[in-house]
């Protein structure tokens, strides 16, 4: 599975780092590195990085964000919801509309006109018993601001990157 993600700005990309770290010492199976912390544009069976680097390479974001929340994806992913801008909804839109021909097995969630969800997971298996610690814990540093400065194509499992 490969996606079309964009990335943080340095300070925030910490921030979330640090929240993996401090989920990880909970006991909790946190996103963990060489995956960087990012919000989920595309997500497809296959996106193929020589369709998608060159079609999107005007469109390299420069966004203010906010996280601002805790939530939880059934069954239990827990995730920073992103407040989703104007510009954000359109750069969205805009990449999923670009990428048509490079993209197989396209996420429904990510191709259909307000279905995407803007988050930034912070761990995919939260168990009902930690999941109180786990909510204290990211509670205690929101809100975060930050911005999305870079994007690219990233691989799941690999976490192979191709920069636009």
């Known amino acids: 599975m490969r996606g079309i993600v964009a990335w943080f700005d340095p300070a925030t990309e910490e921030r979330v780092l640090s929240l993996w770290a401090a989920l990880d010492d909970l006991g909790i199976a946190a ?25 999107l390479a005007g469109l390299v974001p420069d966004l203010a ?3 601002g929340a805790v939530a939880l994806f059934p069954p239990a992913i827990l995730h920073l919801p992103v407040t989703p801008s104007r510009e954000l909804l359109a750069l969205q839109a805009e990449v999923a509309r670009a990428v048509g021909t490079g993209v197989r097995d396209l996420d429904v969630f990510y191709a259909v006109p ?10 995919t298996d939260v168990t009902p018993a930690l999941l109180a610690d786990a909510v204290g814990v990211v509670r205690a540093v929101l809100p975060l601001e930050g911005r999305l400065v870079a994007m690219g194509v990233e691989e799941a499992g690999t ?6």
């Open 159 to 164: 976490h192979r990157r191709w920069v636009i």
């Open 31 to 55: 996103q963990q590195p060489p995956s960087r912390p990012h919000v989920s544009l595309v997500v497809a069976g296959d996106v193929d990085p020589a369709v998608a680097v060159p079609v």
């Open 114 to 123: 307000g279905r995407w969800q803007p988050h930034c997971t912070l761990a």
């Open 65 to 67: 964000v906010s996280l």
